[in-house]
């Protein structure tokens, strides 16, 4: 890596310094998130854990849109992927692209790339940790929702208390420990395209001194396209010590194999035709495109409760990912990555409340590392080795946050995040010999203020003017359309918000909940990536002079009790996504709209609630058309989709069956993005059809 400037140095050895006096994760939520009414008395609580009661009411410190994921409220229905775990978070699209783990997911408009190879925008982490890779990148990892017990999403600014610099945001995974599971538990569920899912968890609290808590997976899938199996098997472990009544430390282990056979994209006439085909070139007896991840994760986090005022936080954590990816193949050109990704991080947070003011400082450090290069190939089996690759990234980010409550009622939250990282890719064309070397160091200061008014016990309104900071990741760079040693420039923008969250009372058994919000976030040298048509499949990423992001959000419930005792009841609940993500006076694309998300995203269910646990009711999604290309000249038509959904649980059991596109409709899940596309197109990825799910859990 390059020597960096003279901002970076002392910015790492204030980080050293602060080891001694460094932050605490806060975590906050949707008010209208809590569906199921659910009142916690004496919840066991892990040693070190904060606590998801404690996390939902730190929601009327944020002023701006944060999400709770409820696992437990989740898989009242099947959850195939992260896809699902998403599913009612406003602002976010999610969609797989045949059905597996391979996903596109962005928040705010973050993302919105050809190939989205390194499904940048989005921090990923586990209890405190980095996930996501130092330098942005979340290609080969996707973290499994259900070995967590709930997830925090920060959109966009938001995330500011988790030291994100994402223009959409973190998502803070949660773990199960022995504290909230049960001693032992096996879910089993399955359905349609030959998805079999399986789940064996045991826990353990020794003396409330030592816990420790295990969980085996697997999962297979067969699809609902040809050549589109996947066969996934993890390991997810975790142990604590209580080293004092206020020092506890928590040891994570996690080991994942996940091989997946990609189906590829079609053409609208291939779609026409039969959309469960593959395309050609993706066959097994072809290019056999494939996505073979074999992961295994190490971490640790120590937390000093200091006394009912000061909370201290220090973590560290080491990964490695083996990438065996055979991506594109056509009779002129062919393309494996075969690599291995190292990641190293560290964290530390601190909290300290003094009468009116809540102060949080803290910092996240990442190392990345990728070695290994690109080959051609025939049927998946490597023919030569094109290019050696040897890529580094490293991000810092140090952050300090006051929420100050100046007067009853109103909340003042100031801060700002210091950002300071470096890129290097050095690819090495074996043919001559010729050595690309992109590199540059990323420095940005990036303030944030808002304000929370507590209208009454139950509202709040809230608003907030804050910087928005993304550098590049290696594998944009690697792919920058310059083809030299010009590296890009750093995402960067301005964005304001404001909105509202609450719950009313109707009656005794009555309520209803909102969360809303809106933003304004203006851009400049956003990354956006085209597929190069000298090579397609494979894209080049550009900085953009000038976007506009700007959108509503808005998730709505209600409980409405349909007799005198509230037995029976009527939960309604809707996401609600408006977005208008679009170039502003491009010498190129003028105002148009930007391609990949829909303009509009609803989805929602009603369902029939009793106390003895049953519930049954329709869900529906309807998404809007959206473009596919930079010009505007191809259009993804919109769709609808109903289900339904049913189950029961008790103390012991929980049941669920599920039927997904009731009316076998078809539609595009998700699909590429190219400069100009045309009818020959091979972009799109056509969605499940008529899929039905059923599966059981059984907790000892």
Same mark, same amino acid.
């Given at each position: 890596?390059? #020597?960096?400037? #003279?901002?970076?140095?002392? =910015?790492?050895?204030? /980080?050293?310094?602060?080891?001694?006096?460094?932050?605490?994760?806060?975590?906050?939520?949707?008010?209208?998130?809590?569906?199921?009414?659910?009142?916690?008395?004496?919840?066991?609580?892990?040693?070190?854990?904060?606590?998801?009661?404690?996390?939902?009411?730190?929601?009327?410190?944020?002023?701006?849109?944060?999400?709770?994921?409820?696992?437990?409220?989740?898989?009242?229905?099947?959850?195939?992927?992260?896809?699902?775990? =998403?599913?009612? /978070?406003?602002?976010?699209?999610?969609?797989?692209?045949?059905?597996?783990?391979?996903?596109?997911?962005?928040?705010?408009? #973050? @993302?919105?790339?050809?190939? *989205?190879? *390194?499904?940048?925008?989005?921090?990923?982490?586990?209890?405190?940790?980095?996930?996501?890779?130092?330098?942005?990148?979340?290609?080969?990892?996707?973290?499994?929702?259900?070995?967590?017990?709930?997830?925090?999403?920060?959109?966009?600014?938001?995330?500011?208390?988790?030291?994100?610099?994402?223009?959409?945001?973190?998502? @803070?995974?949660?773990?199960?420990?022995?504290?909230?599971?049960?001693?032992?538990?096996?879910?089993?569920?399955?359905?349609?395209?030959?998805?079999?899912?399986?789940? =064996?968890?045991?826990?353990?609290?020794?003396?409330?001194?030592?816990?420790?808590?295990?969980?085996?997976?697997?999962?297979?899938?067969?699809?609902?396209?040809?050549?589109?199996?996947?066969?996934?098997?993890?390991?997810?472990?975790?142990?604590?010590?209580?080293?004092?009544?206020?020092?506890?430390?928590?040891?994570?282990?996690?080991?994942?194999?996940?091989?997946?056979?990609?189906?590829?994209?079609?053409?609208?006439?291939?779609?026409?035709?039969?959309?469960?085909?593959?395309?050609?070139?993706?066959?097994?007896?072809?290019?056999?495109?494939?996505?073979?991840?074999?992961?295994?994760r190490v971490a640790n986090k120590t937390s000093w409760d200091i006394d009912e005022n000061r909370r201290f936080e220090f973590g560290v954590s080491f990964e490695e990912q083996k990438l065996f990816h055979p991506i594109v193949y056509s009779p002129f050109f062919s393309l494996l990555i075969d690599n291995t990704q190292r990641d190293v991080g560290t964290m530390a947070r601190y909290q300290h409340k003094?009468?009116?003011?809540?102060? =949080?400082?803290?910092?996240?450090?990442?190392?990345?590392?990728?070695?290994?290069?690109?080959?051609?190939?025939?049927?998946?089996?490597?023919?030569?080795?094109?290019?050696?690759?040897?890529?580094?990234?490293?991000?810092?980010?140090?952050y300090l946050m006051d929420r100050w409550q100046f007067v009853e009622n109103w909340t003042l939250v100031a801060g700002a995040q210091a950002v300071s990282a470096g890129r290097e890719v050095k690819v090495t064309t074996l043919s001559d010999g010729s050595v690309r070397n992109p590199e540059d160091d990323y420095n940005s200061i990036n303030p944030r203020i808002g304000l929370v008014y507590q209208v009454?016990?139950?509202?709040?309104?809230?608003? @907030?003017?804050?910087?928005?900071?993304?550098?590049p990741t290696t594998f944009q760079l690697e792919d920058g359309i310059a083809g030299n040693d010009e590296a890009l420039d750093a995402m960067k923008g301005e964005v304001f918000e404001f909105g509202s969250r609450g719950h009313k009372r109707l009656s005794r058994d009555s309520q209803w909940g909102w969360d809303v919000s809106a933003y304004y976030a203006q851009l400049r040298d956003e990354i956006l990536?085209?597929?190069?048509?000298?090579?397609?499949?494979?894209?080049?990423?550009? @900085?953009?002079?000038?976007?506009?992001?700007?959108?509503?959000?808005?998730?709505?419930?209600?409980?409405?009790?349909?007799?005198?005792?509230?037995?029976?009841?009527?939960?309604?609940?809707?996401?609600?996504?408006?977005?208008?993500?679009?170039?502003?006076?491009?010498?190129?694309?003028?105002?148009?709209?930007?391609?990949?998300?829909?303009?509009?995203?609803?989805?929602?269910?009603?369902?029939?609630?009793?106390?003895?646990?049953?519930?049954?009711?329709?869900?529906?999604?309807?998404?809007?058309?959206?473009?596919? *290309?930079?010009?505007?000249?191809?259009?993804?038509?919109?769709?609808?989709?109903?289900?339904?959904?049913?189950?029961?649980?008790?103390?012991?059991?929980? /049941?669920?069956?599920?039927?997904?596109?009731?009316?076998?409709?078809?539609?595009?899940?998700?699909?590429? /993005?190219?400069?100009?596309?045309?009818?020959?197109?091979?972009?799109?990825?056509?969605?499940?059809?008529?899929?039905?799910?059923?599966?059981?859990?059984?907790?000892?």
């Open positions: 890596m390059s #020597s960096h400037n #003279s901002f970076r140095r002392p =910015l790492k050895t204030l /980080v050293a310094a602060c080891l001694t006096a460094t932050a605490v994760n806060v975590y906050a939520e949707h008010g209208a998130l809590e569906l199921n009414q659910m009142q916690v008395v004496g919840e066991q609580i892990a040693p070190g854990n904060l606590g998801l009661e404690t996390d939902k009411q730190e929601m009327r410190l944020t002023p701006g849109g944060v999400s709770v994921i409820e696992m437990d409220s989740i898989t009242e229905g099947q959850v195939s992927s992260l896809e699902d775990a =998403l599913r009612y /978070v406003p602002g976010v699209w999610a969609a797989s692209d045949t059905g597996n783990d391979n996903i596109f997911f962005s928040s705010r408009g #973050s @993302n919105l790339d050809a190939t *989205d190879y *390194d499904m940048n925008g989005i921090k990923l982490l586990q209890d405190g940790l980095p996930v996501t890779a130092a330098d942005g990148n979340n290609h080969n990892r996707i973290i499994d929702p259900l070995s967590s017990r709930y997830a925090v999403f920060a959109r966009g600014a938001n995330a500011m208390k988790y030291g994100a610099g994402t223009l959409g945001g973190a998502i @803070n995974f949660i773990s199960q420990t022995a504290y909230d599971v049960s001693p032992l538990s096996l879910s089993v569920s399955g359905g349609s395209h030959g998805q079999r899912q399986t789940r =064996l968890t045991a826990g353990q609290v020794f003396n409330d001194q030592l816990d420790g808590l295990v969980t085996i997976e697997t999962k297979q899938w067969d699809g609902y396209r040809d050549h589109n199996k996947q066969d996934r098997t993890g390991v997810y472990a975790n142990g604590g010590i209580r080293l004092t009544d206020n020092i506890s430390s928590r040891f994570y282990l996690t080991y994942l194999n996940d091989d997946q056979e990609l189906a590829g994209s079609l053409t609208r006439a291939q779609v026409r035709e039969d959309r469960d085909q593959a395309r050609p070139s993706a066959e097994r007896d072809a290019g056999h495109l494939q996505k073979d991840v074999d992961i295994w003094m009468g009116d003011h809540d102060w =949080l400082v803290g910092f996240n450090y990442g190392v990345t590392r990728i070695d290994g290069g690109n080959y051609t190939h025939e049927a998946g089996d490597k023919t030569g080795r094109s290019t050696k690759n040897d890529n580094e990234g490293d991000t810092l980010e140090l009454s016990p139950d509202t709040s309104l809230y608003t @907030n003017l804050s910087r928005l900071y993304e550098a990536s085209i597929d190069d048509p000298a090579a397609p499949g494979t894209s080049l990423s550009t @900085n953009v002079d000038d976007t506009i992001h700007a959108g509503i959000e808005a998730l709505l419930n209600a409980e409405l009790a349909l007799d005198d005792t509230g037995r029976h009841r009527l939960a309604p609940l809707a996401s609600v996504s408006w977005n208008r993500f679009r170039f502003d006076n491009d010498a190129v694309y003028g105002d148009n709209t930007l391609p990949a998300a829909p303009n509009f995203v609803m989805k929602s269910e009603l369902l029939y609630r009793n106390n003895n646990g049953f519930y049954i009711g329709p869900t529906m999604d309807y998404v809007s058309d959206r473009y596919a *290309d930079f010009a505007n000249s191809f259009k993804v038509g919109s769709y609808t989709l109903f289900g339904l959904k049913s189950g029961w649980s008790n103390e012991h059991f929980k /049941v669920f069956a599920e039927v997904r596109n009731l009316f076998d409709r078809d539609y595009i899940a998700s699909h590429g /993005v190219e400069d100009i596309s045309d009818a020959d197109s091979q972009i799109l990825n056509p969605g499940a059809p008529l899929s039905a799910y059923l599966g059981v859990e059984y907790r000892l």
